[in-house]
Every structure is written in C-alpha cells, then in structure tokens.
C-alpha cells in the first residue's frame, strides 16, 4: 500500500473509531456533514468570473444575475443539509445468508417532519452501490441495501453512508453509521456434492425408542432416496409433496431392510476431503439435501454435536455449527 493509502486508512479508522456502535442513529448537526460537488465548485467558480465581469464592465444586469444565482445556491445549500438533518434510521436485524451469494440490509427511514424528503441514498461506505428512496411527511421508508459476504462465520454489519443532493446537486450532504447488528454467514453449499453418506446403526436405548416409534406411528420411518424400480407403495408421498412444493422432484422410499436401525449422521470425516472449507462446503449441501428429503440427520463437525432431528429450527442449528466452527 502506498503511503497516501496508509494515511488515508489510519485517518479512516480514527473516524471510524470516534462513532460507537448502535442499530438506532438519529441525524444531527454533530453527525451530518456538508461538502461543494464537482459542480458545485465549478457552478462557484462560475459565479466568480462573473462577478469579476461584472464590475470590471459595469454590468447591472451582471450583478442582478450574480446574486441571484448566488442566493439560489445558498437557498439549496440550507434545504440540502436539513432533507438529512433531523432523520432517524433503524437497522432491522439482517437475516443469515450463504457466503458468496448477495446479501441484504434493510434500513427503516423515520421522517417526524412535515415535509417529503427526496433523493436519501444509502450504501455500504466504500462499495458504490446506491439504494435510493424518497422518505413520506410524517412517515418511514425502507432501504434495502446489497452486500456480498466473502467469508463465512459471524460478521459485524459493516460501516452504511447516507448521502443527499437534493435539490441542485451543488451540495453533498452525508453522515457515517456503524450499526451494531452482526451478521451470520453460512458456508458455500457445493455445487454438485456426492450422495448423502450411509446411516449408522442404532444400538441401545435409542433402537429401541426408534422401534416403539415406528409402531406408534404405524409405519418406517427410516427412508432413503428413490431407486428405480421401487414400488410405489414405499414412495412417501407426505414428503415427496412436501419436496415439491419447495420446487424440488426429489423422492425418497420407505428402507424396509434399515428401517429403524439405522440413523444418518453428516461427519465431517465423510465427506473425504482434506480442506476444511471443503469439508464445511459439502457438509452444507448435505444439510440442505437431508433437510429437503425430509428425512432425521444429526451432524459433528470440529467437536460440535447437533443430534439427529428434522425440521426448519434443526436445519438453522447446524448451518450455524457449520459457520461458526
């Protein structure tokens, strides 16, 4: 990095460091600052050479032109700093989301005042990428701003800019937010991942809970992916249904043979890879395999233990073992 890069970084983390954490901010004259455009500098240097022509020639019509352009200028320089003066902005929990792909913050505009707010612009300070919106009189308006995750793991909502240069363009009036919400990001799910690994036997207690559930119910519960040939009596059609609603073809038949002694652990030793995000990438793809074939999976990855279970809050836990390991 050069040295003009270093400074900038240093005399970047120092301001950065002067704004404590919070998911609420309120605009104030302390928080909100004021700079000229390009063209407002030039639209000023404008104004000079005409002031300069002016009374070099004489020009009454000149002067008249001059200060009516100047008092426009100052009239859009007030409006400019109080459209971002005065807002309240609430950071609304971000949602977990999968390393690599876009992720979303949703940021709610609070406008107290009798009057429209227009041309509010939020981003990730530094990404280029704006989310505009016009905040209503006397009421609130959502921001969804775009982020990509690079890296999994558990992530603090990186630094928002809000910016207006409403009406002339001639001003930019903008201020720096650090939320405190954190962000979960999950691991990459492999693209094309093997099958899932064959289930372990039941020995014990847990045999035998599985066998008095099973005539309980009246039915297997232990499953397996379709095979061609199957009959069609061992289809399950509750959660073939179930699959196709959440858009996938996937069947799974009822496992006469394993049915009840076996259960499917997602180890983290078989998936047969030596790289650790390898590992974590295609465990990922396994839990949302498992989790779409609606069929009971436990996982163990890095000494964590999620004990087999099914369901969305079961899926949530071991995405979360597997980003946070």
Not at 34 to 45: C, D, M, N
Not at 57 to 68: H, I
Not at 261 to 281: F, I, M, P
Request: positive net charge.
């Amino acid at each position: 990095m050069s040295p003009v890069g270093v400074i900038r970084s240093r005399i970047d983390g120092w301001f950065l460091s002067r704004r404590p954490p919070s998911d609420t901010l309120e605009l104030t004259q302390r928080n909100v600052y004021i700079l000229p455009t390009r063209a407002g500098w030039t639209l000023g240097a404008t104004l000079l050479v005409l002031l300069i022509a002016s009374i070099n020639y004489q020009l009454n019509l000149g002067y008249l032109l001059t200060f009516l352009l100047a008092g426009s200028v100052a009239v859009g320089m007030h409006v400019c700093h109080g459209t971002l003066r005065g807002l309240a902005m609430h950071m609304v929990q971000p949602e977990a989301h999968y390393a690599g792909a876009a992720a979303v913050f949703r940021v709610v505009l609070h406008n107290t005042r009798r009057r429209v707010r227009y041309g509010i612009g939020m981003a990730v300070r530094g990404s280029g990428q704006w989310a505009w919106t016009d905040v209503p009189a006397e009421g609130t308006s959502t921001v969804e701003i775009a982020f990509q995750p690079e890296r999994r793991g558990l992530h603090p909502v990186p630094p928002l800019t809000a910016e207006t240069r409403f009406p002339l363009g001639t001003f930019r009036v903008w201020t720096v937010w650090r939320p405190a919400a954190q962000m979960l990001v999950y691991p990459t799910p492999e693209a094309h991942p093997p099958p899932l690994p064959p289930g372990e036997p039941l020995s014990g207690p847990a045999a035998l809970t599985a066998s008095m559930r099973a005539h309980s119910a009246g039915e297997y519960d232990g499953v397996r992916a379709y095979r061609r040939g199957d009959p069609l009596k061992l289809v399950v059609w509750k959660k073939a249904a179930r699959a196709q609603a959440t858009g996938s073809e996937d069947l799974v038949s009822r496992d006469t043979q394993q049915a009840q002694r076996e259960e499917l652990w997602l180890d983290a030793q078989a998936t047969g890879l030596a790289d650790t995000e390898g590992r974590l990438s295609r465990l990922c793809a396994w839990v949302l395999m498992a989790d779409r074939l609606g069929v009971d999976y436990g996982l163990r990855v890095a000494g964590r233990v999620v004990k087999p279970s099914q369901g969305e809050a079961h899926r949530r836990a071991c995405l979360e073992a597997l980003a946070l390991c």
